[in-house]
């Protein structure tokens, strides 16, 4: 059995593991690089991957490094060619980025410490996969799907304002379709992704009420839209 190709969320754990210790990166037989093997194989089981037994070992971790040598301006010597088309889009993704990158990768670790079962979604992970990586997309999605809180949220905008109105567009699935539409509405949870630590519960607050259509726009692409950007598509393309 081959190596599956690396992922977004194994490359960003391991360009963060990087930047911290460049210039000094510590040698293949290193405990932290044998440590970062150990958590990337971890992510191998939370993902669902398969591989051999020389996935993610210590000497293809230090050489995913010399890629990450080759694009950095910073080194002087030229380091190893070959990095794929994925390892140069996320070094030009943080490397101005780098705060963003160290909480994106400490989210991941607490989901990897985890005793958390991630399960996969009803949607591609390929079409919904944000900046973050997979690991954390899928652990968003599990929190937009938790029943409970939604309809709690649904109850309290009910109560409220006596109805359900998409915050992007102001569809509301009642007025369109009668009573078949009758409390119908998904919920979008609007905390960054970068921010999700495991045992944290979802308030209320977090959650915000959208139609389909306007909930798929919000994921279609990295970076996802915020309600306020979303809100701002919408009008645009009305007063045009």
Same mark, same amino acid.
């Given at each position: ?53 020389s996935f993610r070992n210590p000497n293809g971790v230090s050489m995913k490094m010399m890629n990450f040598h080759h694009f950095n ?11 794929? /088309?994925? =390892? $140069?889009? &996320?070094?030009?993704?943080?490397? +101005?980025?780098?705060? *963003?990158?160290? %909480? ?8 990897? /410490?985890? =005793? $958390?079962? &991630?399960?996969?979604?009803?949607? +591609?992970?390929?079409? *919904?996969?944000? %900046? ?109």
């Amino acid at each position: 059995m081959k190596n599956p190709k690396w992922t977004r969320d194994e490359l960003i754990l391991t360009l963060d593991f990087y930047h911290k210790h460049y210039p000094k990166i510590p040698e293949t037989n290193s405990d932290d690089v044998i440590e970062l093997s150990n958590v990337l194989r971890g992510l191998k089981h939370k993902l669902g991957l398969e591989g051999n037994e020389s996935f993610r070992n210590p000497n293809g971790v230090s050489m995913k490094m010399m890629n990450f040598h080759h694009f950095n301006p910073e080194h002087s010597a030229k380091g190893l060619k070959g990095g794929s /088309k994925l =390892d $140069k889009e &996320i070094w030009d993704e943080f490397y +101005d980025n780098r705060l *963003i990158l160290s %909480q994106i990768s400490d989210s991941i670790h607490d989901v990897i /410490k985890s =005793d $958390k079962t &991630i399960l996969t979604v009803d949607v +591609d992970d390929s079409d *919904i996969e944000t %900046q973050e990586g997979r690991l954390l997309t899928r652990t968003h999605w599990y929190r937009e799907r938790n029943r409970k809180i939604t309809d709690k949220k649904k109850s309290q905008v009910l109560e409220l304002t006596g109805h359900l109105k998409c915050e992007g567009c102001d569809f509301d699935f009642q007025k369109y379709y009668g009573n078949h539409g009758f409390g119908f509405i998904e919920c979008h949870h609007v905390k960054p992704i970068s921010e999700i630590r495991i045992g944290e519960k979802t308030k209320l607050e977090d959650l915000s009420l959208v139609c389909s259509n306007c909930h798929r726009m919000i994921h279609r692409k990295k970076p996802w839209l915020t309600i306020v950007q979303l809100k701002d598509l919408v009008s645009s393309s009305f007063s045009d």
